[in-house]
């Protein structure tokens, strides 16, 4: 057979028939005419000039019990309860992020629209996320960017990162994440931009999430500079527990009437109620309370959570509502 260069669009096509197509090597030499040997050539190359990525997927001890558990008395679509080992929490993230990457590569379809949140959760997620094939999905951003504040966890970087990955287009909010007032924030969210964006968001099929508290050892919006001690101290006494797309509710998981709220510049409660699929990733035993409260206002209907963090918020809803058992 006569020899082709080896120019990077034979190398991807010699690629996406063996690793995606499912060819074995004979038949991709006979798809692109060339000899086997050669087919071997391309795909040595194509892993050596990065075109293709082969990782050994360790496997994620899950306590099935739990998320068993955790479904079928919140009601939830699926668990995935990652059953914790000697790690620090920086690896606990990142594994719970793997746990919730594997979730979005078996959920997602081709062409879908994927919501997008913010927050160490979220970026433990899309850097963990490796799809085996490009599904052109399209990923939104939900809520507002927190400017130079950390890049890394913005949900406009996720979001771009995200959509890389997938080979898929995005959109992002043009707008800080709070503003300061609700008149401000009512009209930036009567511009266009924002205006076709959230449209958009509103018909996603999925999204994914973070779970926020408003222990100020662990809250996002603290270190974000967004609230103050001060302003989560106010906040706990209003009974706010946690924040999801900065939405603060109650252990009830009913949104409370704080001024805060009124300055989000994002999708409301409403909307993301109505995603069919909304994946909540949150870990430590110091988001329980959060969590529970996401769990019982519906505001998430997949969680990605460890075991410790499972068990407690079993042990409070238990402890505030004994008849749940």
Not at 28 to 47: C, F, G, H
Not at 205 to 232: H, Q
Not at 279 to 287: E, F
Request: contains cysteine.
């Amino acid at each position: 057979m006569p020899r082709k260069p080896p120019n990077d669009d034979l190398i991807l096509e010699a690629a996406r028939l063996y690793y995606e197509g499912g060819l074995d090597q004979a038949q991709v030499a006979k798809q692109i005419q060339v000899s086997r040997s050669y087919v071997s050539r391309l795909l040595t190359e194509a892993r050596q000039n990065g075109l293709v990525e082969i990782r050994v997927r360790h496997p994620l001890p899950v306590a099935e019990d739990l998320q068993d558990t955790l479904a079928k008395r919140f009601g939830l679509q699926e668990a995935r309860v990652l059953a914790l080992q000697d790690w620090d929490y920086p690896e606990t993230l990142k594994r719970l992020g793997a746990l919730a990457a594997r979730f979005l590569e078996s959920a997602l379809r081709q062409h879908d629209r994927l919501g997008i949140g913010w927050g160490t959760a979220i970026h433990a997620t899309v850097q963990a996320f490796n799809p085996h094939r490009f599904l052109t999905a399209q990923v939104i951003q939900m809520i507002g960017g927190l400017g130079a504040t950390n890049p890394e966890i913005d949900g406009t970087d996720l979001a771009r990162r995200l959509a890389e990955k997938l080979g898929g287009p995005y959109r992002y909010l043009q707008a800080p994440l709070v503003v300061e007032s609700a008149t401000v924030c009512a009209a930036l969210m009567r511009g266009p931009s924002i205006k076709e964006v959230l449209a958009l968001a509103r018909k996603a099929r999925l999204a994914v999430i973070g779970i926020g508290t408003i222990n100020k050892t662990y809250s996002s919006l603290l270190r974000a500079g967004f609230v103050t001690e001060v302003a989560l101290r106010d906040l706990e006494e209003h009974g706010v527990v946690g924040d999801v797309c900065c939405r603060h509710y109650d252990l009830s998981g009913r949104i409370v009437d704080v001024e805060l709220n009124e300055r989000v510049v994002g999708i409301d409660i409403k909307s993301l109620k109505r995603i069919p699929c909304i994946v909540g990733v949150a870990g430590g035993i110091a988001k329980a309370p959060a969590i529970l409260g996401a769990l019982r206002g519906h505001l998430v209907n997949v969680l990605i959570t460890d075991d410790r963090t499972a068990r407690e918020v079993l042990r409070l809803d238990d402890e505030s509502h004994p008849s749940s058992t």
